[in-house]
């Protein structure tokens, strides 16, 4: 019996009719045998398959299990707005919203697999529901945070050429004033109540689509998402990810950091343009967990206590920032009956507060820490002893090591920076690839007879002597001498 689930496991997520392509229902496997299944993946114990796209070989699946009876009587999605106004929907009623936005950006917007929409939304769920629409169809979404300027958004929108946008009011204007300027832009989509000139009114159309629409048939490799790095050292650079380096990367994190199981409600008040909020998705979804959502308009720390004691949150992740919050309030004050694991991530947690919270709550809080690059790659997990300072142990599957500047593991003791190794097997939850950065090298009359490929040997080695190895230039560079004898510069 536990050989033929296990197989009906492994066909559910590599078949499906072609995994992604019009499809029966999912078969009703057990979803202790499905989780197992996905665990192992990201374990590194099974390969990844062909064909996945978490739309259909995820939250469909756990939409025939709660049809089943297989799931507890639990939310996959609660959003509140501090005012009274809620949002609930079970994984079915996130399958029927997402299967008529999918129908809004194939229809009325024209977007194919491949094509690229920014979603730029506060914490509504407009912001779920296209995600989850944008993997239906194959279309690449590019989220970027509410606080964007004018210059930022067209940046962003010339360089990824995204054909499409959705926002709120707040944004439309500054869309509008350089929009212009992007001709890759073809539909904007508005989040409102009102009407907006040049802009189609995404409700009114959600209102009207149709709940039927097949799912598009990806491959693991192909792209999901692009995120922009936060441009510390530079323009922001994209940074892609695959339907499997997030769709099955965030399995084991969800169970082993996170700690979730199908009954428990995750709130994450992080910003919908960060990639924390891709992981809350990811991870609290393959588990079957909740993913709760406070509009927060502005972001308060008697909101979120008052929140924690009305609502039933089990989980809670805020970054460190939030926590000093937080502790500065008198929270003897407050009754948190659900609450039973804390997270923390994206800087660094002062040791002073996570023993100040500890002493007031009794709960511990668990520190994380990952890039715009990767998945989790070390953690605090539930269950270990935690060291005031430290980030834990690796996530799986990253080995993880402290590396001298020539990328030698360092002994304990040792400073150094922190390695992640890619070879001989590249992590199947590492990102893609950056995708804006190239360069363009005029060979000087000296240098015009040398042998192209030596040339781009001592091209890349500069390259790898200048920064970090990982770097080098790699594609195209026959091109450029190539072009270079054609008389293009």
Not at 1 to 14: D, F, I, K, S, T
Not at 128 to 137: F, G, H, K
Not at 411 to 432: H, K, L, Q
């Amino acid at each position: 019996m536990r050989l033929w689930l296990r197989g009906l496991v492994l066909q559910a997520l590599r078949n499906f009719r072609g995994v992604c392509g019009v499809h029966g229902p999912p078969p009703p496997v057990p979803a202790p045998q499905i989780m197992a299944t996905w665990e192992a993946i990201n374990l590194g114990k099974k390969p990844v398959p062909e064909y996945f796209n978490f739309a259909h070989d995820v939250l469909d699946v756990w939409s025939q299990l709660e049809k089943d009876g297989h799931r507890p009587l639990n939310p996959a999605f609660w959003w509140v707005d501090g005012t009274g106004a809620e949002v609930k929907w079970s994984f079915e009623e996130l399958g029927e919203q997402s299967r008529k936005a999918a129908n809004v950006l194939g229809g009325a917007c024209g977007l194919q697999p491949g094509d690229r929409m920014m979603l730029v939304l506060p914490r509504l769920p407009e912001w779920w529901l296209i995600s989850v629409a944008c993997m239906r169809t194959g279309v690449v979404m590019i989220p970027g945070v509410t606080q964007l300027t004018e210059k930022d958004l067209k940046y962003r929108l010339q360089i990824s050429r995204a054909k499409s946008i959705i926002t709120t009011n707040s944004l439309a204007p500054h869309v509008d004033a350089i929009s212009a300027d992007c001709p890759s832009l073809q539909t904007k989509l508005l989040v409102s109540d009102s009407s907006r000139p040049g802009w189609m009114n995404f409700k009114e159309l959600l209102r009207e689509a149709s709940t039927g629409h097949n799912c598009v048939r990806t491959k693991s490799r192909d792209t999901l998402a692009i995120y922009f790095t936060s441009g510390t050292t530079g323009n922001p650079k994209m940074v892609e990810h695959s339907q499997s380096s997030y769709g099955l990367g965030f399995v084991a994190s969800g169970r082993r950091w996170v700690a979730l199981t199908e009954s428990d409600i995750f709130w994450n008040t992080t910003d919908t343009g960060w990639v924390k909020a891709a992981w809350t998705l990811f991870s609290a979804w393959a588990n079957g967990a909740c993913i709760f959502v406070h509009e927060l308009p502005q972001v308060g720390a008697k909101v979120i206590l008052n929140t924690l004691t009305k609502f039933p949150v089990t989980t809670l992740c805020c970054v460190p920032t939030i926590f000093r919050l937080l502790v500065q309030e008198d929270l003897t004050r407050y009754s948190f009956q659900s609450l039973r694991h804390c997270l923390t991530g994206g800087e660094a947690l002062n040791p002073d507060v996570r023993e100040k919270w500890k002493s007031q709550t009794g709960l511990e809080l668990h520190e994380g820490y990952g890039q715009s690059e990767t998945v989790l790659i070390c953690a605090n997990l539930r269950g270990m002893m935690i060291k005031s300072g430290s980030m834990g142990k690796a996530s799986p599957p990253y080995d993880v090591q402290i590396v001298d500047d020539e990328g030698k593991v360092l002994p304990p003791g040792e400073e150094g920076s922190v390695g992640v190794r890619v070879r001989p097997t590249r992590p199947f939850c590492f990102f893609n690839c950056y995708l804006v950065v190239k360069a363009f090298v005029v060979l000087s009359p000296a240098y015009s007879s040398h042998d192209p490929e030596a040339l781009i040997r001592e091209l890349q080695d500069h390259v790898k002597r200048m920064t970090a190895p990982y770097k080098y230039p790699r594609k195209n560079c026959q091109r450029l001498f190539l072009e270079r004898s054609k008389g293009v510069n």
